[in-house]
C-alpha cells in the first residue's frame, strides 16, 4: 500500500539565492564536522571519572548552527514587520551564542581548537551579511 505525502512546504525559491541562507547552511555543515572531530577528544573521562564540561558546548554550536537558516526562512516569510523583528532578534541571539560558545571551546583540551578559529571567521562574515539582508526586509 502506498501512502501519499500531501505535506508541501512554501519554501521561496529566492531563499536559495541568499548569501545569508548560503552562508548559515556552510556554518551548521562546517560546525557539524568540527563538533565530531572535538567530540572524539573531549569524550573521556578524566581521571577522577568527572567528564569534560566542554563536550556540552560542542553540541551547541550544533544545535545554534542548525537553527540559522530556519530562522532565515520564517523572518523571510513573515508578513508583519513584529513578526519579522521578533526572528531577526532570534537570529542575532543565536548567533552571539554560537560565536560565545566557539570561544569558549577553543579554551577545551583537544586538537580541533584551530577549526574553531575557521568558524568563528564564518561566523563573523555571516554577521556581514545579517546586517545587509535586515535592511532588505
Known amino acids: 500500500m ?3 505525502n500531501n505535506m508541501t512546504y512554501q519554501f521561496p525559491k529566492h531563499l536559495s539565492d541568499l548569501p545569508i541562507y548560503n552562508k548559515a547552511i556552510e ?15 573531549l569524550c573521556g573521562l ?5 567528564e569534560d564540561p566542554n563536550i556540552y558546548f560542542s553540541g551547541d554550536i550544533v544545535q545554534q548552527s542548525e537553527s ?3 530562522e ?9 514587520s513584529d513578526h519579522k523583528y521578533r526572528h531577526i532578534h532570534t537570529l542575532n541571539s543565536l548567533t552571539r551564542k554560537l560565536y560565545n560558545n566557539c ?13 574553531l578559529k575557521l568558524l568563528r571567521k564564518e561566523i563573523g562574515h555571516f554577521k556581514q551579511l545579517q546586517r545587509t539582508w535586515m535592511l532588505s526586509l
Open 2 to 4: 502506498k501512502i501519499a
Open 27 to 41: 556554518i551548521f555543515i562546517l560546525s557539524r564536522s568540527i563538533s565530531s572531530y572535538l567530540n572524539q577528544d
Open 46 to 50: 578524566h581521571p577522577d571519572g568527572s
Open 68 to 70: 540559522l537558516a530556519p
Open 72 to 80: 532565515i526562512l520564517k523572518a523571510e516569510q513573515a508578513r508583519f
Open 103 to 115: 570561544k569558549r571551546l577553543e579554551n577545551s583540551n583537544s586538537d580541533g581548537r584551530d577549526f
